[in-house]
């Protein structure tokens, strides 16, 4: 199992980013799949999880009405659509399986992806 995330960057506040967690040695549509982050010196935050059984989606406090979260079955893919982005959603990202509706637990996650919010 391998999960690829991408799509990070530099950008201002109140811009947008979209990230992309790929998923090979696996059917996607098997797992649920959610993002977390971890911003520089602080502890790792759980942000959303998208479930395999009905698609709901679950979000942190902290992005909610900001970020969505969408999956691509046929093509192995997840997706973290950030809009008006803040300097505390500054962290690298990455992405993770079995997650769930508390957002406490993710598992086989590979290499994040850096998103830095900054004027």
């Known amino acids: 199992v391998q999960l690829q995330a991408s799509g990070g960057g530099l950008v201002q506040p109140g811009e947008s980013l979209r990230l992309a967690c790929v998923a090979s040695g696996l059917y996607l549509d098997h797992y649920s799949i959610g993002w977390f982050r971890q911003p520089p010196g602080k502890e790792r935050e759980g942000v959303s999880c998208?479930?395999?059984?009905?698609?709901?989606?679950y979000y942190a406090d902290s992005v909610k009405g900001r970020f969505t979260m969408s999956r691509e079955n046929g093509e192995n893919t997840a997706y973290l659509q950030m809009n008006s982005l803040r300097p505390e959603d500054t962290a690298v990202y990455y992405c993770g399986l079995d997650c769930n509706n508390e957002l406490g637990y993710y598992r086989d996650w590979g290499e994040g992806t850096q998103v830095t919010v900054s004027s």
């Open positions: 998208i479930s395999h059984r009905d698609g709901s989606t």
